[in-house]
């Protein structure tokens, strides 16, 4: 990070300004942003008070717990009973962690990310959309499928 800052302020050209990369590595930061521009957010709390944190999932009744940095969906975990959401919010804290909690929504099995330019201009959007899941396990088709130029090649 103490090289990128250093770049930017060499003068050298970056697109992607080390500001923005630390706002968005922060999922509680980056959900205050979104809230603060009248985009629609979860109901969220970050906190280090586990007894806030296990009223509040006792109230949302479904929570997704997850970790202040990362991607992917990696370490978050959807939990449905706020007794075993203490002891995941108990064990983040052993670890120094802080708790980041939000209520559960529903909702199909996709993200959409849009792409800015300087706070305004859209540039690009994408659709992600989840594999299928059956029992909480990723299911992929035994034969990857081929495209038909490729069975002609293979001929």
Known sequence: MITMRLIEESGTVVINPLDGLLRTRNKLETTVIL??????????????????????????????????????????????????????????????????????????????RVMVIDGGEVFGCMIRVAPPMVNGKLTLPREPSVSPALMLIRR
Request: zero cysteines; a positive charge.
């Open 35 to 112: 809230k603060s521009k009248g985009l629609p957010v979860p109901d969220t709390i970050g906190t280090e008070d586990i007894l806030y944190a296990y009223e509040m999932a006792k109230s949302m009744r479904d929570v997704v717990i997850k970790p202040l940095q990362g991607s992917r969906g990696y370490g978050a975990v959807k939990i449905s009973d706020a007794d075993i959401a203490f002891q995941v919010m108990r064990t983040l804290l052993t670890f120094k962690k802080p708790i980041y909690l939000q209520k559960y929504i529903e909702k199909p099995n996709r993200d959409i």
